[in-house]
């Protein structure tokens, strides 16, 4: 039986009936359109349902699912068309000004579909929805309309963290107070819309994994900076170097197949260079040289008599938590800037005048775990390395720069590599840059619930006794339990600690040490704002559930028993910036640009300080 058809303007005759993706094949019409924009050049999967086009009898359809049907008599086929243009033209535009495949938001609508069987919403007001935006700058938005209103975030928010910076109203739906948002981005978790791995019925069909795009966008997410990043990386008056935070390691793998857990710090070298970073450098490092200064910190509130307990401070989520609610308690707050922040202040100074490259040029993009690390790296006094250059005459006035320049979550960091068509599983594994990179065990269990404290009486004990402390690993302070306790002996003085995970865990220990209670009595308190530290980081990957954070726990601790060096005073890099740059902990240097200052926030709020429920 033969077949006529049409090919764009060729009349074809079949001998008998074929599949579409054959007559395709066989009169050599290609199968990917080229993408209409540079920055979207990435896009060239064969089975991309998205701009993979082809129009049949009049009518615009994906190839990938038309493959295997055959044509029939009469068939019109066109592989160019005004109307095929007109449609990729609208989806690319759409994919660049949203960052959203909308083939891929289609198929997350079955979870809208669940909702109005329970109830949440009906389909067909939502569908006339057009609300704006509603942003908590510079680390979240909510997207209002592809919500589907069923308050995970707000009871997570207020219930779970105990920061009721989420309301519901039955018009608007979600709605942000602002001012009391610590940016935790636990709400981000929660939220059932988007980030998830798409099911088999869905992408995986069309090969969508390896795509920038092939995660669905969730109501509630981060402000996405993959865009300032990937124009950085192609501009060549920017120098742009990149540190990844330790528990950024142990979950990662995750999205490219690999179990929760899976440690790819060598991968992750390869593979940002293969992106075009300069410099890789690593976040343990830096977090070595918090160890360093917030242990002697430590030290010497417990000599001098200085405000106790001291306040661990690397967990932005947790800082901001507490300027908003526990202003009273800012005292009690290390100095000692976050590990990112320090590395910020370090490579613009020391590494920028050791590697001969214009402050002024340096671009630093962090990799986190963790949303509120976007809003500390904007913090005001977060620029220290532009005073320090300033001071010397260097730098103008008007060239004022930020220590951080953008701040990545580790979703975002997954995104970015596929954009650089990076598979990170099939990465080598390579060594990181020299100068800020090399990092001791101690390091790695930063990104756990009780790793700073273990790490900072690994080294305090030792710089007070002068002799190794025998027990490295302190078992009560790594568990889940929501507020741990424990204490060490330190020459003489029995060193009292607390870990609290969460900020509903938080808020029970600040009320504690504020009213006079058990914990006013302790000398040193580790909070994480986020459950089970950064390794349960409002920016980790998608899903974070119980069984995750332990096997991503269990990464990071594997990361420091393997390492010879279990001790930050020992790290080789962290005792030469020290002899070339900052003499010692909490000297000058350390201290302009190793250290900061907080800032009572509660007045900013509508109630008052410690109203947290
Ligand atoms: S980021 Fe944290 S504080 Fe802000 S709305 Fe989400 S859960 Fe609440
Ligand atoms: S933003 Fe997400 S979690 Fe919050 S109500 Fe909407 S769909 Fe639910």
Not at 75 to 96: D, G, P
Not at 290 to 297: C, F, L, N, Q
Not at 574 to 583: K, T
């Amino acid at each position: 039986m033969t077949l006529a058809i049409q090919l764009d303007e060729q009349q074809v005759t079949l001998e008998s009936p074929a599949r579409l993706l054959t007559v395709l094949a066989q009169h050599k019409r290609r199968l990917v359109h080229p993408p209409l924009f540079e920055e979207l050049s990435w896009i060239d999967n064969p089975r991309c349902p998205l701009i993979n086009l082809v129009e049949v009898d009049g009518q615009v359809v994906p190839i990938a699912v038309w493959a295997d049907r055959l044509v029939r008599d009469g068939m019109v086929i066109r592989t160019r068309s005004e109307q095929l243009e007109a449609v990729l033209q609208e989806r690319l535009t759409h994919l660049r000004d949203h960052q959203e495949c909308q083939f891929i938001r289609q198929l997350q609508e079955f979870v809208a579909a669940e909702a109005e069987s329970r109830g949440l919403i009906e389909l067909e007001k939502r569908a006339e929805w057009r609300f704006e935006p509603r942003m908590s700058p510079p680390s979240l938005l909510h997207d209002p309309n592809s919500c589907v209103r069923c308050r995970a975030c707000v009871d997570t928010c207020n219930d779970i963290q105990g920061v009721g910076a989420l309301s519901f109203d039955e018009k608007q739906g979600v709605l942000f107070d602002d001012a009391k948002c610590t940016r935790c981005g636990q709400c981000i978790l929660s939220c059932p819309v988007g980030f998830r791995k798409m099911p088999g019925f869905g992408a995986d069909i069309f090969g969508c994994d390896p795509c920038p795009f092939s995660r669905p966008l969730g109501a509630m997410r981060e402000i996405d900076d993959t865009p300032k990043v990937w124009k950085a990386l192609k501009d060549r008056e920017k120098y742009v170097v990149v540190q990844f935070a330790p528990a950024v390691r142990a979950t990662l793998g995750e999205e490219f197949g690999m179990e929760p857990g899976a440690l790819v710090t060598g991968k992750l070298y390869a593979g940002l260079r293969r992106l075009g970073f300069k410099q890789v450098w690593d976040t343990n490092f830096s977090a070595d040289l918090t160890i360093m200064e917030e242990g002697h910190e430590l030290l010497d509130r417990l000599k001098q008599g200085g405000k106790l307990p001291q306040f661990t401070s690397c967990s932005p989520g947790w800082i901001r938590y507490c300027e908003i609610f526990y202003p009273d308690l800012i005292p009690n707050l290390s100095t000692a800037k976050s590990p990112q922040q320090m590395l910020g202040a370090v490579a613009k100074t020391h590494a920028a005048e050791k590697l001969g490259i214009d402050p002024r040029r340096m671009y630093v993009v962090s990799i986190m775990p963790c949303t509120a690390k976007k809003i500390e790296a904007a913090r005001e006094e977060m620029d220290s390395s532009y005073s320090y250059w300033r001071e010397k005459g260097r730098v103008k006035q008007e060239e004022r720069f930020q220590d951080v320049d953008v701040v990545l979550t580790s979703r975002e960091a997954a995104k970015l590599l596929k954009m650089g068509k990076i598979d990170l599983a099939a990465m080598p594994e390579e060594q990181p840059d020299p100068l800020l990179s090399q990092y001791t065990g101690a390091a790695p269990i930063f990104g756990r619930t009780g790793g700073v404290m273990e790490a900072a009486l690994r080294t305090a004990y030792e710089v007070v006794a002068g002799k190794p402390l025998e027990q490295l690993e302190f078992e009560s302070l790594g568990t889940m339990e929501g507020v741990k306790v424990a204490s060490v002996s330190v020459d003489g003085i029995e060193v009292k600690v607390a870990v609290a995970h969460g900020l509903a865990n938080a808020r029970k220990v600040c009320e504690s040490v504020r009213q006079g209670g058990e914990f006013s009595q302790y000398h040193f308190i580790e909070f994480m704002a986020c459950d089970g530290g950064c390794i349960g980081g409002g920016g980790q990957l998608i899903p974070t559930n119980t069984m995750v954070r332990k096997a991503r726990t269990g990464g990071v601790n594997r990361d420091d028993c393997e390492h010879p060096l279990r001790k930050s005073h020992l790290n080789p890099e962290v005792q030469q910036l020290y002899a070339e740059f900052l003499n010692e902990p909490l000297g000058h240097l350390s201290h302009h640009l190793l250290h900061t200052a907080y800032v009572d926030r509660s007045r900013q709020t509508q109630s008052s300080a410690g109203s947290a429920e």
